[in-house]
């Protein structure tokens, strides 16, 4: 139980800190801020990706935070900051523009940049000041112009302190690294955007590395604040208004908030929202400053001691006077007292003083009152009452400025250690790379952009594979795409074969942004094009072809077919300039031995035109129909008849047959490219669509344990796309190369009860809904592109996959109603859509 023991600090709110003039900072660097009254060390605290974590784990991070706060942040004054900035798209499209080398890469990122601005995405920073020491405050004659809040002046740190506060900052920062916070310093930048939004009040960016550098700390303060009974008005440096702010505080607590639940109340920030008078649900971006201090346990125990004397006194004094009998409250708090003074002596319980306040900044007054109104009924809904600091909105400003110090000190709380911590300031969502292409935007309680390397994997050692699973038209077929084309647009060798011939729009969004692309399909143009003479060396073709020609072979001429297929096929090999498939056709079709040519023609009328012909066919011309080079190649193999694996081969149809040898040619190229070692350096993704019917293949099976065991050997990546999880479950070799999954929408218990083992989720009743619904609006309308993604950290969170532009979303729309198939000299119709549009219809190939 979290207990929560509120207390009077300082009677009639008339002490002497709400006089004092407002603070000067005289110098920052990186995780130290200094005033002229005092040091503090600044770190900021990462996102943890908790919003799907069990209880208990949650339970066993929350113990770790009280451990160290009782460790290392006994008896010192901290300033927690919950802040937030805007995910600047200009910043990703700078960052990222020099990894996207192949075509228009410079477009390709600043489309990706215009849309993460267009979301408009808030991004919490959690930033806590620890102070280090007083220091000599100048003499002030009292000045209260808080236009000065933030003034600098011509004073300077002595060296020698300086190096003495930076030994600080370091030393406190190596345990806040080690803590279940991981906390690293804030840089110079962070803290300069820090200082400088408390006076402009808007949400931006926080600045990279070197934007600001040598900046003085007057500049940052430029503007003045005027305050009023309810509310502070934010001038800028043109003198005019630009922003409302309030500053709340937090004055009641229900005695027992469950955690997770409503004990989360710092977490809670970026749930805060209201609906709008045309009915759509806004958020309410709300920053939090907690000034606090952990507690010694002698102090815990004064603290206690005292209130349970004030419940005794309260008690005595009912019984001598009118009152009669105790409250009933009375007596719970004594009893509540008792037992938590045996526990800070049996279990050295301690105890935290914080002092906790919300701000809200609007750009007009209206506005204010509504998203006010919005985060009081948002707690009071949680057994928290939060109200307007009324008369206090001067000093409750100040008191959240880095720098300041608690000027309002009685409106505060007294509670347990896990009671405060389990607030949950730290917890949220997080998913994805620290860097790399940006995919979409999180979903859980912390927003942000998502952002994954699909071909990361073997540059860090580490497995190369990536699965998509869930139901048709939920969206995995255009994740595959849309990853695809990050990796052809970042230099790498990208192909994707389509078992069902509707993702052609992808070459289409390829050549809008140059980037080398061709699309290889069954028909007269390609013929050949998976011919293995092609990509084979000649003593490997040898052996090779044989193979693939015996699997087309009529069943009643195979009786010694194999040796007559060895013997034209050396002969092609040794006795043709360009030796051919279809060359050795056409020797046993000449061949005045009657079984020889029987089985010639018998191979010919199986592969010169149809699926055969890709492999068999005469060559249509085409100089190389199946690329090595960095770009985006599409290989098309719609209409496959592919056998199961316990089926019997003698028993395989001739549609079955020539299957089978059109997927042997095309996986062949694929294992033969992935280990070329001349671009074994060159990065490289294969992308298998519809991965449940290959792997009902023994030859699909094989290629996709061999390719996902030797990924990071060759520097091949793996993305696998199905509607059936139990095909990938069941393959133990395949799951231990999967560095990466998103789950989509699935159905039957076997389906979730795998999902959910893929992203290391319980299986339990919770996932298992959460998988099923993860695709559903609250109108019950399908919610294209949302899913879950467990990382290569074993994070997992809920994401929303994004397009770059909405050409590029028409582009890979492959509803029925589009047409969606190799259209190179036609024009395409592009509509307009405002959605996730991407449907898939994943029922099988005919």
Known sequence: MNRLLTRGLAGLGLGKDRSEPPTRLIAAADGLLVSESRAEAWYLIPTANSDLSTEAARD???????????????????????????????????????????????????????????????????????????????????????????????????????????????????????????????????????????????????????????????????????????????????????????????????????????????????????????????????????????????ESGKIVSESKRSAKEQARSASRGSAGAPSDEVAETEDVMSQLQRDIKRDGITLVEDHPRLIVTCGSMEELEVHVDAVIQHYAERGIAVNIGANEQRDLWLESLPGDRLRVPDLGHVREASAFFGSSFWCGSRVGDAAGPAIGALTGSTPGIVRYDVAAGAGQNDATTTALMGRSGRGKSTAMMLMSLDAAISGAWSVIVDLKGDLAGVVDAARDYDIPSAVTEISPKHSAAADMFRFLAADQAVLQIPAQLMLIAPRELRAGAESLIVDAVRAEATGSEQPTTYGVIQRLMASEDSQTSRLGRALYGLTQDGIGSIVAGPPSGLEDPLSSEPGLWLVQLPNLILPTPTSDPDQWTPPERVSMAALRGVLTWLINTSGNPAIRSRAKVIGIPEVHLLDKTNDGASYLDRSARMGRAFGTSLVLDTQDSVTITGNPGLVEQISTCFVFSLRSQEQLSGAAALLGLPDHPTTYSLIRNINTNPDRSIRHGHCLMRDRHDEVATVQWEYPSDAVRRQLDTSPTTGQGHRPEEEQDLGEYDEFDEYDDEEGVA
């Open 60 to 298: 066993t991070e929350l113990d770790g935070v009280v451990r160290f706060a009782m460790r290392y942040l006994v008896d010192r004054e901290c300033h927690l900051k919950v802040v937030w900035g805007r995910v600047s798209g200009l910043a990703y499209a700078d960052e990222v523009v020099g990894r996207f080398v192949n075509g228009d890469g410079e477009r390709w990122a600043e489309q990706r940049g215009a849309r993460i601005d267009a979301d408009n995405l808030p991004q919490r920073y959690v930033l806590l000041g620890v102070k280090l020491t007083d220091r000599n405050p100048r003499k002030s004659g009292g000045q209260s112009v808080i236009s000065e809040a933030l003034g600098t002046t011509t004073k300077q740190v002595p060296l020698d302190e300086l190096a003495y506060l930076s030994g600080q900052v370091r030393k406190i920062g190596q345990a806040l690294a080690r803590s279940p916070w991981r906390a690293r310093l804030a840089s110079i930048e962070e803290i300069s955007w820090m200082i400088s939004r408390e006076m402009h009040r808007d949400a931006v960016a926080v600045p990279k590395a070197g934007s600001i550098t040598g900046a003085p700390l007057g500049r940052l303060a430029a503007g003045k604040i005027l305050p009023y009974s309810d509310h502070l008005e934010i001038y800028d440096i043109r003198d005019q208004v630009a922003a409302y702010s309030a500053v709340l505080t937090m004055d009641e607590f229900d005695e027992v908030l469950e955690v997770p639940g409503p004990g989360e109340w710092l977490r809670t920030l970026s749930e805060v929202s209201y609906v709008s008078t045309d009915g759509i649900e806004q958020n309410v971006n709300v920053d939090a400053s907690v000034r606090f201090t952990v507690l010694r346990p002698k």
